[in-house]
């Protein structure tokens, strides 16, 4: 049975862009509605409640286009789920809500010897404790060190990835982590995989990098494979699927970096979306 509605993708911004960049790789044939609330960007400042209160916005905005799935690919939002999870707060969704600070734990827990663990995040995703909580949870003998990194985010705005001074933050940022002498670093943030040649490179060859987005992506894959959580839109691999982008605050300069972040020319232009 094939199931051909879209996949929803909710982020604060365009950073989850990285997020669904690689679940369109594996999954080129399935419908894709991406939800950026650049309106209330960031949310990586915000409080636990602004966030969750934001997170539940948008995941009721996506449900009305019959999606089908919905994966919030911010850290940040993430956390608002999880911190309410088996609690009277636990956001209500009638299909699959997954997030990225799980999948994220589970595969820095197998990628890591030690099990000293590093977190690079938002303030908002470190304060929240949630990926210590996950991690800690799945194996009680691990260590987790946490990073807020907050200016990483606009670097990666300013297109600044490759530049000196962005380098210098991360090393900023790292330096504390590394004397942990931790052996693994969860890239927390969906901005962070834009950096990942940076990272690497101070990290050095020691330290394991965990892109969130690839372990999600990992977890749809297990999840298709189970045909009653998550059925597939077609298996004719001729078949492209559709992209919607919207976003509460779409301008012009956004579609450029649409473009540049999902390694596409052809994309469609943001459509302005009122929550
Ligand atoms: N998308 C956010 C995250 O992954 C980063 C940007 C923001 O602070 O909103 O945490």
């Given at each position: 049975?094939?199931?051909?509605?879209?996949i929803?993708?909710?982020?604060?911004?365009?950073?989850?862009?990285?997020?669904?960049?690689?679940?369109?790789?594996?999954?080129?044939?399935?419908?894709?509605?991406?939800?950026?609330?650049?309106?209330?960007?960031?949310?990586?400042?915000?409080?636990?409640?602004?966030?969750?209160?934001?997170?539940?916005?948008?995941?009721?905005?996506?449900?009305?286009?019959?999606?089908?799935a919905i994966v919030v690919a911010?850290?940040?939002?993430s956390?608002?789920i999880?911190?309410?999870?088996?609690?009277?707060?636990?956001?209500?969704?009638?299909?699959p809500l997954y997030n990225v600070?799980e999948p994220?734990?589970?595969?820095?827990?197998?990628?890591?010897?030690?099990?000293?663990?590093?977190?690079?995040?938002?303030?908002?995703?470190?304060?929240?404790?949630?990926?210590?909580?996950?991690?800690?949870?799945?194996?009680?003998?691990?260590?987790?060190?946490?990073?807020?990194?907050?200016?990483?985010?606009?670097?990666?705005?300013?297109?600044?990835?490759?530049?000196?001074?962005?380098?210098?933050?991360?090393?900023?940022?790292?330096?504390?982590?590394?004397?942990?002498?931790?052996?693994?670093?969860?890239?927390?943030?969906?901005?962070?995989?834009?950096?990942?040649?940076?990272?690497?490179?101070?990290?050095?060859?020691?330290?394991?990098?965990?892109?969130?987005?690839?372990?999600i992506?990992?977890m749809l894959?297990?999840d298709?494979?189970?045909?009653?959580?998550?059925?597939?839109?077609?298996?004719?691999?001729?078949?492209?699927?559709?992209?919607?982008?919207?976003?509460?605050?779409?301008?012009?300069?956004?579609?450029?970096?649409?473009?540049?972040?999902?390694?596409?020319?052809?994309?469609?232009?943001?459509?302005?979306?009122?929550?």
């Amino acid at each position: 049975m094939s199931d051909p509605r879209p996949i929803g993708f909710f982020d604060s911004g365009l950073g989850g862009l990285t997020v669904l960049y690689s679940i369109r790789e594996r999954f080129p044939s399935e419908n894709f509605i991406y939800l950026g609330d650049t309106a209330r960007l960031p949310y990586g400042t915000k409080s636990p409640e602004t966030i969750r209160r934001y997170t539940e916005q948008c995941i009721r905005a996506l449900l009305k286009f019959d999606v089908k799935a919905i994966v919030v690919a911010c850290n940040s939002a993430s956390t608002a789920i999880l911190n309410s999870r088996g609690t009277e707060r636990e956001i209500d969704s009638p299909v699959p809500l997954y997030n990225v600070i799980e999948p994220g734990a589970e595969v820095a827990i197998r990628t890591s010897t030690s099990k000293r663990i590093g977190v690079l995040g938002t303030r908002a995703t470190v304060a929240s404790n949630a990926y210590a909580r996950a991690i800690e949870q799945r194996e009680p003998n691990a260590i987790v060190f946490q990073q807020p990194a907050p200016l990483l985010v606009p670097l990666v705005e300013e297109g600044w990835e490759s530049d000196p001074l962005t380098n210098l933050v991360i090393y900023r940022y790292l330096a504390p982590l590394m004397s942990q002498t931790i052996d693994t670093l969860i890239l927390g943030c969906t901005h962070y995989p834009a950096l990942r040649e940076g990272i690497a490179k101070v990290a050095g060859s020691s330290i394991e990098l965990v892109d969130s987005a690839m372990a999600i992506a990992q977890m749809l894959e297990k999840d298709f494979s189970q045909e009653e959580k998550l059925k597939i839109h077609t298996t004719d691999t001729s078949v492209k699927g559709r992209l919607t982008l919207y976003a509460t605050d779409a301008s012009p300069a956004m579609d450029q970096t649409a473009k540049r972040l999902m390694k596409d020319d052809h994309l469609d232009t943001f459509q302005g979306f009122d929550l």
